[in-house]
């Protein structure tokens, strides 16, 4: 399922802070009734592994009863953003999907799901109190304690911003159909969702869950299956930041400008002492995260341009 896409190499380095416009688009399809299934389990699961099996469980009853989920699925997936049939959750979040509740984002959507699941995502890191009771206004949104957390763990309360939540805290959170994503067929098939746990190991891991209308299933990580299937995973564009020992005593210039679906980046570089610079990687935050993820290396030294259209409407970047 996973490919080590990058090595270590020669970095330059600058930021600049750009405003951009995204788009949107709407299909048709119809919904279903589900009762709650059981409680998530929590055996072998990291806090990672948690939000991503909900995640693929929520897909998978929205590509089953939602149409107009599969098509965009679909459609995203085939732009191969990185060279494979990918697609970064926050850039569909806010796309517009036809349902039985009328026009409603994909945050929306899949929230509802969640809602209807009796599931949020447990929420974690800096800003979020554990030990009070009533509720308590944090990024990106309103949480509550309630008495099926009797121990004082957060909820999300708005389902809507559930999606929001996850991409703050994964950046890099992604759908993809590894395999068969030209001949899916939207109208008439329905895939099962997957995710990839974080002890997953390619030599070792024969299995994995995967859940079929919400319903878990056992998903075979060996073979190659006959139909499409979608996977929740970070992106592996996703690169740790790693201090280089000698890093190249080069200055950069950094210019942007808006394209039609997101920003040209392009750069100059002074090398007085003319270092060896193999190619260039490429840093990314908004301006409400705490740091730097790579998002993209570039080998060939001399193409100085990156076209980034993994954004959000009217959001600042660096």
């Known amino acids: 399922m996973r490919k080590n896409k990058f090595n270590?190499?020669?970095?330059?380095?600058a930021t600049l802070v750009v405003i951009l416009f995204s788009y949107s688009c709407s299909k048709d399809d119809s919904t279903q009734s589900l009762e709650k299934l059981e409680v998530r389990s929590s055996i072998n699961l990291t806090h990672q592994d948690?939000?991503?099996?909900?995640?693929?469980?929520v897909l998978s009853i929205g590509v089953k009863e939602n149409l107009s989920l599969r098509t965009l699925i679909k459609r995203e997936a085939l732009f191969?953003?990185?060279?494979?049939?990918?697609?970064l959750l926050n850039k569909i979040k806010n796309e517009q999907l036809s349902t039985n509740s009328g026009q409603q984002t994909v945050s929306a959507y899949l929230g509802s799901i969640y809602s209807r699941l009796g599931l949020s995502p447990i929420l974690h890191g800096e800003g979020v109190d554990t030990t009070g009771v009533g509720s308590v206004s944090v990024f990106p949104t309103i949480?509550?304690?309630?008495?099926?957390?009797p121990?004082?763990?957060?909820?999300?309360?708005n389902?809507?911003?559930?999606?929001?939540?996850?991409?703050?805290?994964?950046?890099?959170?992604?759908?993809s159909i590894p395999v068969h994503a030209n001949d899916w067929d939207v109208s008439t098939y329905i895939p099962i969702c997957t995710y990839v746990p974080e002890?997953?190991?390619?030599?070792?891991t024969l299995t994995v869950e995967g859940f079929d209308n919400g319903i878990s299933v056992t998903v075979d990580a060996v073979n190659e299956p006959n139909d499409p299937v979608v996977v929740v995973s970070n992106s592996?564009?996703?690169l740790q930041q790693v201090s280089l020992v000698n890093p190249p005593d080069v200055s950069i210039q950094l210019t942007a400008s808006q394209s039609a679906f997101g920003i040209n980046l392009s750069w100059t570089v002074t090398n007085p002492n003319s270092d060896e610079i193999i190619g260039y990687r490429i840093y990314k935050k908004s301006l409400i995260s705490n740091s730097f993820v790579a998002v993209a290396d570039n080998m060939d030294k001399d193409n100085k341009t990156y076209n980034d259209i993994v954004v959000n409407p009217n959001e600042n970047y660096a």
Do not use: H, M, W
């Open 199 to 204: 002890d997953y190991n390619e030599p070792t």
């Open 159 to 175: 389902p809507s911003d559930i999606i929001l939540y996850l991409v703050s805290v994964y950046p890099d959170i992604q759908i």
């Open 8 to 13: 270590l190499l020669s970095i330059v380095f």
């Open 151 to 157: 121990n004082g763990i957060p909820q999300i309360s």
């Open 143 to 149: 949480i509550i304690y309630t008495p099926s957390y």
């Open 50 to 57: 948690v939000d991503f099996r909900d995640l693929a469980r």
């Open 80 to 87: 191969k953003y990185d060279g494979d049939y990918d697609i």
């Open 236 to 238: 592996e564009r996703r």
